[in-house]
């Protein structure tokens, strides 16, 4: 069922290896950095909101300890 | 007395950021699956192509990327005119979500169709009709990406970007007509990228890498989201609890 | 309704009056354009003629693209974009009003210029007939697009080059008709297709174009 004789034959591509594999490489390379890209990128935005929200909470809890102090 | 099953449910940021989180693995797995079966039959099963040799292999890619990159543009309008005609957030983010992917579909669905043509005509590059709309639509994608970006403001970026792409939808059939007439006049090559009557292992293998790219670009397209959802709805309730209950 | 657009032409034209700089600053940007070329590719006059239609539209193009900002760039620094909005009579034909305006001081200058850059590329009386013709019909769907871009970045950063990100992809169309209308004229083929063609574009982007316009710059002056 398998149409190649073997595996050189099936890297060689009847001649057009080279075009064939290129195209086949930047479609693995594209599929892999963009699930990669947004990972990061939502493991920074989380970093960051976390960040930013203990900066809120303790400048909060600052000014309460500030205005109950009379 | 059973409360109905309401979708509108997730249209809410808070209801869909876990529903898409939970789904992304299950889209991803189903992609490997096409794209390994795709591949089969493509690359392993397939015969070679009377004219074209073996070289003709690369519409397993060409042709499934030009499909996605027209089909989710057309999907990102179809969130634009959700998102204008009800004022609903979630379509603005989820048309932003999916546009580096269309992009990225039509770059590559240009580079194969480069790597196609040099050993076939001889030339790294084609006016073609077909190829040269597609330029034009990666032009389009450009555009949108460049115009939601350089707004501050996430609603008047959704909804500038939504008018954009449904103007540019509108216009895709008359550019893809002009080219069209443009090539035919100047009698420059009449190629066609797909024979009229393709080998059944042929036209399989092609329908299986297009669901493969189908389903990847939905969960590159949720991930993107839900991290989209957490900037813009950082001021919430449910994202401040998320951020404390340790989410990673 | 004519009252509006003809209220709204007649108060550009008088403010675009003012500026004549403008004007003639983008004419001779159009003029210096199409004068690269030669000097870019050669004068060898036999390639210059099958390039000149090319040449001239996207020249074109390029000219009425660097005027579109000041379709309402100016009315909204000043506040009175936002009365026209926020008056009782319909945007899309306040737009319209503005679109014509345009057309009369950028695209239709271009058409009267074009014929003589036209003799520096060695076309034919009947070519030179035709791109005149073609450019003159073909600009006010160039104002109309344009507007809509013009209105979505309203405001923005990054101006002029984000415009024509936006504005050339749609275009296009216009180019190939327009250049094509020349070209089948020297090749004896006849333009008349194209013409027609290039009309029914004006005329689909001069109806629908004021409203998608009207829409961008309400979502602008939110």
Redesign the interface.
Known sequence: MIHWASFSDFIAMGGYGFYVWSSFGATVLIMAIEPIIAARNQRTTIARLKRQLRAESQADSRADYRNSSQ | MKDRFNLYRFASPAVFYPLAGALIPYF?AVAVVFGLAGLWLG??????DFQQ???Y??IF??VP?SWMSMFIYLVMAFWAAIGLAFNTRLSGMMAQALA??GA?MAF?SL??GA??G??MWGAWWVWDARLTSEL?LL??Y??YM??TA??DDA??AD??GA??L???V??IP??Y???K??NT?HQGSSINLAKSSMATTMLWGMLLMAMCFWM?SI??AF??V??IM??RE?NTEW??NL??GG?? | MFKIITAVVARDLRLAMRRQADIVSALFFFVIVVSLFPLGIGPEPDLLRKLAPGVLWVAALLATMLSLPRLFADDHRDGTLEQLALAPHPLGLVVTGKVIAHWLVSGLPLALVAPVLGLQFDLSREALLVLTFAILIGTPALSGIGAIGAALTLGLRGGGVLVSLLVLPLYIPVLIFGAGAVDATVTGLGGEGHLSLLAALTFASLGFAPWATAAALKIALE
Not at chain 2, 43 to 48: N, S
């Open positions: 991803a690359m392993l099963v397939a015969p070679t040799g073996e070289g292999r690369i890619i060409h990327a580096p992917t990225l590559l580079l194969t790597l196609w040099k050993p034009i032009f389009l450009i555009g460049a115009l350089a707004i609603r008047r909804k500038a008018l954009l449904l103007v540019g509108v216009n008359i550019i007509f002009s080219v007439w443009w006049l990847y969960a590159v991930m993107r839900r991290t957490l900037e950082r994202v401040k951020l404390v989410e990673k």
